[in-house]
């Protein structure tokens, strides 16, 4: 009769953290109280607890992937661009969406210079339309001519306190399949390992994150730069995938594009963002290409 008693508790118990959980599902996001709740209920996945301290066992470093933070003008970005060409990458991604026209000047060369290359990959954002429902990609202002440019969209799907576990490698749209931004650069980097994930037909992949930042080679612009000054970057730049976007090397790191992660190191009630959307790029990056 003791152990029924034990049993019909821990159902009990079960059922109604349970009930809990799914009552707080529906709390409004704009409520800034609920984001605690949310977090501690909802931030957390069996899934985070194999990744639990295992990155920090992982010393090594995939090589084929290079960080570069991008220049803070479109001039900058021009050079940027323009520099690590001439290394002769496999694979250039720019994490960013030129979706505002700028400055016409800055806008015009940097125009030219894209124009140049045929390895550049770009992003663009997955958002739905307000009045109609439908989901839209906002892309960038030289995409009005004939040219077409080699695009995938680089937001990940979920609201600002979701811990990015999987991707979708494929959103279909009406008749189209678009491809999201690592998807976009597989097809340049290794055309088979691209018609083997579309093979797959998986509307979600998960993520077998590697590691944070210290797991990749990445350059700030300043150390872009110098090594290029120095002839250190022709055997670090030749024939890899070099993905251009914003992160801080250092901390204090900087709310913008940072996510939360399997990696964070408080599992449950997340409480601050752990990595940079380039850098969860490069983790699919690095799980495909492996």
Same mark, same amino acid.
């Given at each position: ?8 508790? *821990?159902?009990?118990?079960?059922? @109604?953290?349970? +009930? +809990? ?12 109280? =609920?984001?605690?709740?949310? %977090?501690?209920? @909802?931030?957390? !996945? ?17 090589? =084929? ?7 803070v ?9 323009? /520099? ?5 990458? =496999? ?15 800055? #806008? ?8 140049q ?6 992003g ?5 339309? =307000? ?8 892309g ?13 969209? +680089? #937001?990940?799907?979920?609201? %600002?306190? *979701? ?12 008749? *189209? ?19 083997? @994930? ?7 992949e ?12 990445? /350059?700030?612009?300043?150390? &872009?730069?110098?090594? !290029? ?7 670090l @730049? *030749? ?18 594009? /940072?996510?939360?992660?399997? &990696?964070?190191?408080?599992?449950a009630?997340k ?13 699919? /990056? ?5």
């Open positions: 009769m003791k152990k029924f008693h034990i049993v019909k508790e *821990s159902l009990l118990a079960a059922l @109604l953290t349970l +009930i +809990i959980t799914y009552v707080v599902s529906f709390i409004p996001l704009k409520y800034e109280f =609920s984001k605690a709740i949310r %977090q501690e209920f @909802l931030g957390f !996945d069996i899934y985070d607890l194999y990744y639990t301290g295992n990155h920090l066992k992982n010393t090594k470093r995939d090589d =084929s992937i290079i960080l570069v933070e991008i220049g003008s479109r001039s900058a970005i021009t050079d940027q661009v323009n /520099l690590i060409e001439k290394y002769g990458p =496999s694979v250039i991604g720019i994490d960013a969406v030129f979706d505002k026209e700028g400055n016409p000047l800055e #806008n015009a060369e940097f125009v030219r210079t894209i124009d290359y045929n390895n550049i990959v770009f663009k954002r997955y958002s739905i339309d =307000s009045l109609t429902q439908q989901p839209v990609f906002i960038n202002f030289f995409e009005k001519g004939s040219r077409v440019y080699p695009f995938g969209y +680089i #937001n990940f799907l979920g609201n %600002q306190f *979701s811990v990015i576990r999987n991707y979708p490698p494929f959103l279909r749209t009406a008749d *189209s399949l678009y491809p999201s931004f690592t998807s976009a650069i597989i097809a340049k980097f290794s055309p088979g390992k691209f018609e083997k @994930l579309k093979e797959r037909k998986r509307q979600a998960i993520i077998n994150y590697q590691g944070n930042i210290e797991n990749y080679n990445s /350059l700030t612009a300043a150390q &872009l730069n110098y090594f !290029d000054s120095t002839g250190q970057l022709t055997s @730049l *030749s024939g890899k995938i070099v993905l251009m976007g914003y992160f801080v090397k250092n901390p204090p790191l900087v709310l913008e594009d /940072l996510h939360f992660s399997p &990696l964070n190191e408080q599992m009630g409480s601050f963002p752990d990595m940079y959307g380039v850098v969860i790029h490069a983790n699919i /990056l690095s799980m495909i290409i492996s």
